[in-house]
């Protein structure tokens, strides 16, 4: 029993070392990811800010070389895994531009470095990111107010593993205020950390919930998003079946939450990893 208890007492206070794994910028890499936006002709505005105990945050505001006029302009808010930082999100977006942007939609990207990853200070946790999250989007839509003269007509949401139960728990509060949400996007995502810990480390269910110090909770967030209605379309939930970290099966648990609002996307053969790269299918997912 003592070794058990001792167990479970570990797990409870190594559990942010399994959930993030923050990694910070090489001077090579910033380089590169200015080089690639140059060389698309896209434009970078960079957010440095303060929220409550969080100081020197950052996020990221991609945008077309020339907003036009007569082209509607959606903002595409990105939250990675536990590993991805903001520049791996503009990569992702680059990549994918050329499915989605055409001569009357254009798109920008709004990508975050949680708390203690990146550019960012802190350690993260879930008010610590979901403080950032809102705060990095105020400043996204101040700074297209005040360049543009409007806001974008509506956001798309996306958020991949950990990122998934971000979007959710942050959607959930009502964030956009006027701004429409067009659709969420939930690739590979999980039901609860609290279940992910049952899967992965065999923690007994009934000790799971009790030791999840940060449980990110993507079922309870889905189920009270949904009956708010936020969202116009339906929520994509994009997943592997291969998946070898989260279970194909949680997010077919999810999209079970209701049927008439979320469709399952099953990618045969695609694993935890390289999901994000099925470009079209995304594409998809965010133009329809």
């Known amino acids: 029993m003592s070794v058990a208890v001792s167990g479970v ?13 923050p990694r910070k910028y090489s001077g090579r890499e910033q380089s590169l990811i200015k080089h ?12 440095n800010y303060s929220v409550n105990h969080l100081a020197n945050q950052r996020s990221y505001l991609i945008l077309p070389g020339t907003v036009r006029q007569s082209a509607r302009l959606h903002l595409i808010v990105f939250f990675g895994g536990n590993a991805m930082t903001g520049f791996d999100a503009i990569m992702w977006f680059m990549s994918i531009r050329g499915y989605i942007d055409d001569s009357t939609e254009q798109y920008a990207l709004l990508a975050i470095d949680y708390p203690g990853y990146g550019h960012s200070d802190g350690t993260p946790s879930p008010d610590a990111i979901l403080d950032s999250a809102q705060a990095a989007f105020e400043k996204a839509i101040d700074y297209l107010n005040d360049e543009y003269g409007a806001k974008p007509v509506d956001v798309v949401v996306v958020g991949h593993s950990l ?3 971000v979007a959710t728990t942050w959607l959930a509060g009502n964030p956009l205020s006027d701004i429409p949400l067009k659709t969420l996007i939930l690739s590979a995502p999980f039901t609860s950390v609290a279940e992910m810990a049952t899967h992965l480390f065999k923690v007994p269910h009934f000790l799971s919930w009790v030791i999840s110090r940060h449980n990110w909770d993507n079922t309870k967030a889905l189920k009270q998003l949904l009956d708010s209605n936020l969202v116009q379309g339906k929520v994509s939930i994009i997943h592997g079946t ?15 939450i209701s049927s008439s609002k979320t469709q399952l996307i099953p990618l045969k053969d695609y694993s935890h990893n390289n999901i994000l790269d099925s470009f079209k299918v995304y594409a998809y997912a965010i133009s329809e």
């Open 9 to 21: 007492l570990v797990a409870y206070m190594l559990q942010p070392t399994f959930l993030y794994f």
């Open 36 to 47: 690639e936006i140059d060389r698309r002709g896209l434009r970078l505005k960079e957010f």
């Open 163 to 165: 990122g998934s139960a």
């Open 242 to 256: 291969l998946d070898e970290i989260v279970p194909f099966d949680m997010g077919l648990e999810l999209s079970k």
